[in-house]
């Protein structure tokens, strides 16, 4: 293995842990969703601009598309930590390759593979565990914004692939500036104590500005479907933080599902990598 591959594997876990502490560090904050929405936005777009130095905004239909969904993501996300359980919040978020695949299907006319398919099942099985288990609580609107964040994070996705030579990170950064104009108004009446703010620059220039920057370098190295193995850490650990910090732990039935929904998302990416390199494979060898 290069040094290259062992430094892009080392970024893509130190990636996965920093994405992997939001769900703790929500909990530590005590103020409106919007409100740490619209402040972490500040020091995420920040921290991406010094990295980029010289972003470039299109500004196509696609990367505004891209920026808005990335922003109602993010949005979406930290709403959703605030009204059901971390685990919940993030594996219902990691369903996002699903929604890829319906979408992609309607909007760039791409038919579903036989592994999609089956993902997609196999999901829904695992989704309705979780809506099941919170029937008698109150997560059960926390559970339903955590879908729609997966489904924001599907239309960044599917917007990318519109840019011919788009960057993530430049979509991103529109992101967090939409975020930003989104949550000024509710930084006003917010409780900025000490607390909130250490909470607040945590998540934005760690737990979001510098996991991204970590993440666009070492994908440059990786496969797909190292990448996919690896990332899979996020919805494993932050659930696990959460618990250490506080003791919130999801329902049987949300566990099982949860376990359903990670086991199938990591099967699926590891099918479809698969498959893109035998096809990569089969068309080299056409050409040649």
């Not at 086991?263 to 893109?276: H, M």
């Amino acid at each position: 293995m290069s040094s290259e591959k062992r430094k892009a594997i080392l970024q893509i876990i130190i990636a996965a842990i920093l994405l992997s502490t939001g769900g703790i560090i929500l909990k530590f904050i005590d103020m409106p969703s919007m409100a740490i929405a619209g402040s972490r936005a500040v020091f995420s777009a920040a921290v991406v601009w010094l990295y980029l130095r010289r972003p470039r905004f299109t500004f196509s239909k696609a990367q505004i598309s891209g920026a808005i969904c990335y922003s109602s993501m993010v949005i979406l996300f930290i709403v959703a930590n605030k009204l059901t359980t971390a685990a919940n919040a993030i594996i219902l978020q990691f369903t996002a390759p699903i929604w890829v695949a319906l979408l992609g299907a309607f909007i760039l006319k791409e038919r579903p593979r036989w592994y999609d398919i089956i993902a997609i099942i196999f999901t829904g099985v695992g989704m309705l565990l979780f809506f099941l288990d919170d029937m008698g609580g109150g997560s059960v609107a926390g559970n339903i914004v955590s879908v729609i964040s997966g489904i924001a994070l599907a239309g960044v996705t599917i917007s990318l692939r519109f840019q011919k030579d788009g960057s993530p990170v430049e979509t991103t950064l529109l992101g967090h500036l939409i975020t930003i104009a989104i949550g000024i108004p509710f930084l006003f009446g917010a409780s900025f104590n000490l607390q909130n703010i250490i909470g607040i620059f945590l998540l934005g220039t760690f737990q979001l500005g510098l996991a991204y920057i970590f993440y666009s370098l070492a994908i440059r190295h990786l496969t797909a479907m190292e990448t996919i193995l690896i990332m899979v850490l996020e919805p494993i650990l932050n659930p696990i933080w959460v618990f250490l910090y506080n003791g919130e732990r999801p329902g049987f039935m949300s566990l099982i599902g949860g376990i359903i929904v990670v086991g199938t998302i990591v099967w699926r990416g590891v099918i479809s990598s698969r498959n893109y390199q035998i096809e990569e494979n089969k068309s080299v060898k056409h050409q040649i």
